[in-house]
């Protein structure tokens, strides 16, 4: 039963297929898995084990009858506790909606549940899905499973889902991404996480942060799983007017097609101060890999510094003061600290200044375009360090100088681990595309992971 838990949800998707496995053995072992490790990991709001159960006998009777759905049922995942499910608690990361019940159920969760996917329970979050260390004061704040001892940053918001599929409580999860919120657990627990185009996947049944920047994505332990999952998420839905006139995508024809021929960017040498020395050694070797499969590896002048875009989040704290400015206004009301004081700059957003960042970001966006001409991807770190003690956190300081101007200029990117330190804590890559261009970043990705592993080690829970 360990050993199901242990197996990529690719895997475990084939093998039920074949009727090789069960889903209910598959079930039981991430269950049984759940229980042993979640009073420390506390990865999980609320664990579903008994529809869990329930739902893995139907799919079981309904394989042997040859009643397939489609070719990942049978797969449990796990929700970040953003996502409706109809009938349970969605909390947004807020104990002050520890009692609220969704009354439908998310686009994104229907199209899992459609293809006979299993949904374990829901996962962690910072509050609002407002931050990128995955603290939580009143909810819990998810153990990194990367050590034992000391507790360090799981990266959030999508702390949980990190958390879970890192430990294998879940061979893959939903996280959303805002300014990072995907990519950043994905660098400190040693995931692959996607971060799509606004209107790729749907937000119609997510708890908004920002609307304009919103983006829900797959987070799994490789290219392939993150694929295959992307796959049934992604495509227009009527309840998201963001998602119109934008086309479902099949990445699988091209994720094996390899490097060759491709230009990649390196990121400005001005850029490479402030990041470790391990990161950026494992970034360095992760350029001569590319290379060494065929890939063209460029300079790129960006008409920005990344730092510089950390400055423009009126968009982001405006919307979020829209969403949740009540609620924090009430100093009666029981919301973590750090995120009310984050939510209640909102308030100091003028009009000017939120329709000036909006229009910065159009000519942000032109201005990378043209830098990018010609070029395929730009490779940067996902992050300056690998996890950092709980302890040595600034609140006050973000962790997404890398992961941020991916969201405000409508970009996609794939994170995915490509080192460790010599404590053992995982290093990450960040590959950026253009928007729409997610099949591009997974084929990067899985020709990284054809010739490395990287992604294959597990924490040692």
């Known amino acids: 039963m360990t050993d199901l838990a242990e197996r990529p949800a690719h895997a475990l998707a084939r093998a039920i297929a074949a009727r090789e496995i069960s889903p209910v053995e598959v079930v039981e072992a991430h269950l049984d898995r759940i229980a042993r490790l979640d009073p420390q990991l506390r990865a999980f709001v609320e664990v579903y084990g008994d529809d869990a159960r329930l739902a893995a006998e139907g799919a079981d009777r309904m394989i042997r009858a040859g009643h397939a759905v489609g070719p990942l049922h049978g797969v449990p995942v796990a929700l970040k506790d953003l996502i409706d499910l109809d009938g349970r608690i969605t909390t947004g990361g807020s104990a002050h909606f520890r009692a609220r019940r969704a009354t439908g159920t998310a686009t994104i969760a229907r199209r899992m549940l459609a293809q006979g996917m299993i949904v374990l329970g829901k996962t962690h979050t910072v509050e609002f899905a407002f931050g990128g260390w995955g603290t939580n004061q009143h909810m819990g704040t998810p153990w990194n499973p990367w050590d034992r001892e000391t507790p360090r940053t799981p990266g959030g918001s999508s702390s949980g889902s990190g958390v ?37 996947i749907s937000t119609a049944g997510i708890v908004p942060l920002s609307t304009t920047l919103d983006t829900p994505g797959p987070m799994a332990r490789s290219v392939e799983d993150v694929a295959l999952l992307y796959t049934v998420l992604s495509g227009p839905d009527p309840r998201d007017p963001n998602t119109r006139g934008i086309d479902p995508e099949d990445p699988m024809p091209v994720l094996r097609r390899g490097v060759r021929g491709l230009r990649l960017a390196r990121m400005p040498a001005a850029e490479r101060a402030g990041v470790s020395p391990e990161m950026l050694d494992a970034y360095d070797a992760s350029l001569e890999a590319l290379a060494h499969l065929g890939a063209e590896i460029v300079d790129v002048a960006l008409p920005f510094r990344f730092a510089d875009l950390l400055a423009t989040s009126a968009i982001v704290m405006a919307e979020c003061y829209f969403f949740n400015g009540a609620l924090s206004e009430d100093r009666a009301s029981l919301l973590d600290e750090d995120v009310r004081l984050r939510t209640l700059a909102g308030a100091g957003v003028t009009a000017q200044d939120y329709l000036r960042t909006r229009r910065m970001q159009q000519e942000m966006k032109a201005l990378f375009a043209q830098a990018m001409e010609g070029i395929d991807a730009l490779l940067t770190p996902t992050t300056e360090t690998a996890a950092i003690p709980l302890d040595a956190v600034d609140q006050a300081v973000m962790p997404s100088r890398f992961t941020r101007f991916g969201n405000l200029l409508e970009l996609c990117a794939l994170a995915l681990p490509n080192g460790f330190t010599p404590a053992g804590l995982p290093l990450s890559l960040q590959i950026v595309c253009r928007g729409y261009d997610e099949a591009t970043a997974l084929r990067i990705g899985q020709a990284y992971q054809g010739a490395t592993e990287w992604h294959l080690r597990a924490p040692a829970f």
């Open 164 to 200: 879970a599929v890192a430990a294998r409580m879940a061979p893959w999860a939903i996280g959303t991404d805002t300014g990072g919120s995907v990519r950043l657990p994905a660098s400190f627990c040693g995931l692959t996480g996607l971060k799509v185009t606004v209107g790729r």
